[in-house]
């Protein structure tokens, strides 16, 4: 088989919006499986599946297919999100004239996923065109993205366990093609980056980091806004205007005040969503706008969980536009739905929404004891009617 040479493969990929690309080869990732474990052994992974449920198949990529021998590793770089729209030490949702606003993690404020997969195509067809079979892998459950990628040498695992780039920092996204084709190897690991700084550690609103590259995602609040149940209820204050996923130990990370910016951007995506806009649309408007997010069960009814927790968090006062979504809610046959009301109308100091009518209706249908269980929080008596 006639094999292209890695310039070509290298301005292949910088056209198709991939920031940089490394060759490395399909040996098991050791160090990634045993840290996998670990963090399963420990219950920091909180139930995810992803690459937990199954360590052993997503650290040996030499099992995505009979024959694969090579795998070209690509980051795509995003934008950065402007540090204005930060709010890091002091957890409260922005409140501008147009109402509260819920903020997007900026790797979905634009369709960085969809670019990547875009580029990572046009790099398989080049290698098809050789005749090698060549598969795209990225952000699945089959490949750990990170340790592929410092295994490539494309940067070191950090502190907060995110794949830092000397150039780009972290603001990128991981992709590969796997191929049968015997291209060479080009990778060297790169040492550490992070010295003694622990900002991360510091800084993390719900301190999810404590030891060097360990995570527990039972704290981590862009886990907790896309697992199921109750959003709880020690985190809630800390999530603070974040809508959907989370960019604090990335924003201060002293290594991304010097990262510089892809070639190709991404079209945009919202940023900011009006909260109360958010909670009057039907399921299928949301579904439509929000579909692309990673929602548990695919169910609406998390987005307005999440979108209840950040109205709570605003200090929003007398707006009878808030009021009215909060009575809506309080009426929502969901119960989880319900439950998240009760708390945002109490944290806003609305108690006058919640009227003996109102504590009746609210414990109807509470099956699993949700919304009760919120108003026993708030020392309001929740069974005004049994005996
Ligand atoms: C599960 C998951 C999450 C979980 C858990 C994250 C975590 N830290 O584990 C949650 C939902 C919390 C999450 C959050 C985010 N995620 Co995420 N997530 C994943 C996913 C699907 C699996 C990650 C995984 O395997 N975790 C298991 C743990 C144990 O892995 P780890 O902590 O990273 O540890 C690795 C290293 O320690 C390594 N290792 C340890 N020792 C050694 C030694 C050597 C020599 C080597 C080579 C490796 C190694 O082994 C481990 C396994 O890779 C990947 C996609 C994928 N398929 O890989 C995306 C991914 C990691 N996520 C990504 C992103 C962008 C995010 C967020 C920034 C999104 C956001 N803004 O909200 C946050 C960042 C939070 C954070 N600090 O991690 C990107 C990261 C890009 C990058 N530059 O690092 C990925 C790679 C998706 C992608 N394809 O681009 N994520
Ligand atoms: S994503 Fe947010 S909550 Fe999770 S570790 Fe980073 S700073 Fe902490
Ligand atoms: S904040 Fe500091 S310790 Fe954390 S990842 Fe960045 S450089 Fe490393």
């Keep these: 088989m006639q094999v292209p040479n890695l310039e070509d493969i290298e301005l292949i990929a910088k056209n198709a919006g991939l920031d940089d690309l490394s060759v490395t080869g399909v040996e098991p990732l050791i160090e990634a499986r045993l840290a996998i474990e670990d963090r399963k052994r420990r219950g920091l992974h909180a139930g995810m599946h992803f690459t937990y449920g199954n360590p052993e198949r997503?650290?040996?990529?030499?099992?995505?297919?009979?024959?694969?021998?090579?795998?070209?590793?690509a980051?795509?770089?995003?934008?950065?999100?402007?540090?204005?729209?930060?709010?890091?030490?002091?957890a409260k949702t922005e409140v501008s004239d147009g109402g509260p606003k819920g903020l997007v993690a900026s790797y979905v404020s634009s369709d960085e996923y969809g670019m990547l997969?875009?580029?990572?195509m046009k790099l398989a067809s080049y290698l098809e065109s050789f005749g090698a079979r060549a598969e795209v892998v990225m952000d699945d459950n089959r490949l750990a993205d990170r340790a592929i990628a410092a295994k490539a040498g494309l940067g070191w695992l950090g502190r907060n366990t995110m794949l830092l780039h000397p150039e780009l920092g972290s603001w990128t996204v991981i992709g590969s093609v796997i191929t049968d084709m015997p291209l060479e190897e080009?990778?060297?690991?790169?040492?550490?980056?992070?010295?003694?700084?622990?900002?991360?550690?510091?800084?993390?609103?719900?301190?999810?980091?404590?030891?060097f590259g360990v995570l527990d995602a039972n704290r981590c609040l862009?886990?907790?806004?896309?697992?199921?149940?109750i959003f709880p209820r020690q985190y809630r204050a800390a999530l603070g205007n974040r809508l959907y996923g989370c960019d604090d130990c990335q924003v201060l990370c002293p290594v991304n005040d010097t990262a510089i910016e892809g070639s190709r951007a991404a079209v945009p995506r919202e940023d900011k969503?009006?909260?109360?806009?958010?909670?009057d649309a039907s399921d299928e408007d949301l579904m439509d706008q929000y579909g692309h997010?990673?929602?548990?069960?695919?169910?609406?009814?998390?987005?307005?969980?999440?979108?209840?927790?950040?109205?709570?968090?605003?200090?929003?006062?007398?707006?009878?536009?808030?009021?009215?979504?909060?009575a809506n809610c309080l009426a929502s046959p969901h119960a989880l739905v319900r439950s998240h009301a009760v708390w945002a109308v109490l944290r806003l100091g609305k108690r006058h929404l919640i009227g003996p009518d109102e504590i009746r209706t609210l414990t109807e249908n509470d099956d699993e004891g949700l919304v009760r269980a919120e108003l026993e929080e708030w020392g309001i008596l929740a069974d005004p009617v049994s005996p």
Excluded: H, M
Excluded at 75 to 86: D, I, T, V
Excluded at 117 to 120: F, I, N, Q, S
Excluded at 273 to 279: E, G, H, P
């Design 273 to 279: 969503v009006d909260i109360v806009a958010l909670l």
């Design 186 to 211: 080009d990778s060297k690991k790169l040492p550490d980056g992070c010295g003694t700084c622990r900002r991360c550690s510091v800084d993390c609103p719900t301190s999810a980091i404590d030891e």
């Design 293 to 326: 997010w990673y929602i548990p069960r695919r169910r609406p009814e998390y987005l307005r969980r999440n979108a209840l927790v950040v109205l709570g968090n605003s200090r929003i006062g007398d707006s009878p536009e808030v009021e009215r979504v909060l």
């Design 75 to 90: 980051l795509r770089s995003y934008k950065a999100p402007s540090f204005e729209s930060f709010d890091l030490w002091n």
């Design 58 to 73: 997503a650290t040996d990529p030499s099992q995505l297919f009979d024959g694969a021998r090579s795998i070209l590793v």
């Design 117 to 120: 997969r875009e580029g990572l």
């Design 222 to 229: 862009a886990w907790l806004l896309q697992a199921k149940g």
